[in-house]
């Protein structure tokens, strides 16, 4: 069992930046960590992940160059910066966790989930 753990979220307005923060407790043998997010009457879709070993990361094209996905090893966190956020970016995100595959983009292949925490930006 994994459990994750998520902050940071909150409104900000556009053009301002957020950090989010997710750090996983239990089973840490871990293939990737994720971004998702989920806007209302919308689809959950990928953002950002970022494998565990070696650390690479890999972008939902819409936040390429405006998001970075990091991870801290001493604090065992992973972390979203959101920059040049968008009202396009209102949505409840989520922190998810593989345990079998890295790399993907596809919910399927994520098989823990944070609660998720808000992240709003007025237009």
């Known amino acids: 069992q994994v459990q994750l753990v998520e902050s940071g979220g909150g409104l900000v307005q556009a053009g301002g930046s957020l950090r989010l923060s997710c750090t996983p407790s239990?089973?840490?043998?871990?293939?990737?960590m994720a971004w998702f997010r989920q806007a209302p009457g919308k689809e959950r879709e990928f953002v950002a992940g970022?494998?565990?070993?070696?650390?690479?990361?890999y972008y939902a094209d819409s936040v390429k160059a405006r998001f970075i996905v990091s991870r801290d090893n001493a604090r065992n966190t992973v972390y979203l910066q959101m920059n040049n956020l968008k009202p396009g970016d209102t949505a409840v995100y989520y922190c998810?966790?593989?345990?079998?595959?890295?790399?993907?983009?596809?919910?399927?292949?994520?098989?823990?989930w944070g609660q998720g925490t808000q992240v709003t930006v007025p237009s």
């Open positions: 998810a966790a593989s345990t079998f595959y890295a790399g993907s983009n596809s919910r399927d292949d994520y098989d823990y």
């Open positions: 970022i494998r565990w070993s070696g650390g690479s990361a």
């Open positions: 239990g089973r840490t043998i871990l293939y990737a």
